[in-house]
């Protein structure tokens, strides 16, 4: 198995050093893990600063890579905070830098951060859902550099109440966008470990990524410490078959190896 979303101390909200995370991947026996530490520029809630020096990071992940090579496939991600102020910035960053695999994530929606529920003050959990949305097609339509879209439905976690609208025309438009252009998401099962009810996305929108026409789909855990990874991935796997997906996706330099589910 593999888990292609884990955060180390390269990101500012984990304290896990990557050595602890590897050692417990190999416990676990995963075949592979992706670091995807957090990049999130003019993030709103000012004092937490999710940038760090990528060439330290190349430096460790290549030292980490020869120390483990008997034991573990790790590979070198990054989890990109989108905003649409910021595709220019990050074009300019991502132009020449290779990773094998990165995930464009919204934690952010009018400039306004998620988590400390300010973007959903003063308007109804409709309105939210969908300027968040409206905001997150912007951005597929005009930033590329990425191979999956993080936690589609991430602001279901944040809202305080639940919608009874499902977003699927929207959400269709997204896809419509990402599936041609060999674009994944991700199914990102620190939902469950929040209390939601599924992983994010929720189980209606799988299915809706699927009848698209959606094939690319990675499995992350998104630690933040050791003791979290590939929660729930077992559980995981046999919902999606059920969801029709035939394939979990790898990377290998921002190229997917699709590995049969039946066989995981
Ligand atoms: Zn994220
Ligand atoms: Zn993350």
Do not use: W
Request: charged share 25%; aromatic share 12%.
């Amino acid at each position: 198995m593999f888990d292609y979303h884990v955060h180390s101390d390269f990101s500012a909200d984990s304290t896990t050093p990557m050595e602890k995370t590897i050692e417990k991947a190999i416990e676990l026996g995963l075949e592979e893990v992706c670091f995807t530490d957090h990049i999130d520029y003019d993030y709103p809630d000012e004092s937490i600063v999710f940038v760090f020096d990528l060439e330290r990071y190349d430096e460790k992940i290549k030292e980490l890579k020869a120390v483990y090579a008997d034991s573990i496939s790790i590979k070198k991600g990054v989890e990109i905070g989108i905003q649409p102020h910021l595709v220019k910035r990050y074009n300019d960053l991502l132009d020449d830098k290779v990773f094998d695999f990165i995930i464009c994530s919204m934690h952010t929606s009018e400039q306004k951060d998620l988590h400390s529920g300010r973007f959903f003050n003063n308007r109804s959990v409709d309105q939210s859902y969908l300027a968040y949305y409206e905001e997150l097609l912007y951005c597929v339509k005009n930033f590329k550099q990425y191979n999956v879209l993080g936690h589609i439905d991430l602001v279901k976690r944040y809202a305080k109440q639940n919608s009874t609208n499902d977003f699927h025309d929207i959400l269709r438009q997204i896809f419509k966008e990402i599936i041609p252009e060999g674009k994944g998401i991700e199914l990102n099962t620190s939902g469950i470990r929040y209390g939601l009810k599924n992983g994010m996305p929720s189980s209606d929108i799988l299915r809706l990524y699927r009848e698209c026409g959606g094939e690319i789909l990675t499995l992350g855990s998104d630690s933040h410490v050791e003791t979290t990874l590939a929660y729930d991935f077992k559980e995981s796997l046999d919902m999606l078959k059920g969801h029709g997906f035939n394939y979990i996706a790898t990377f290998n330099n921002g190229v997917p190896v699709f590995h049969n589910i039946t066989k995981l």
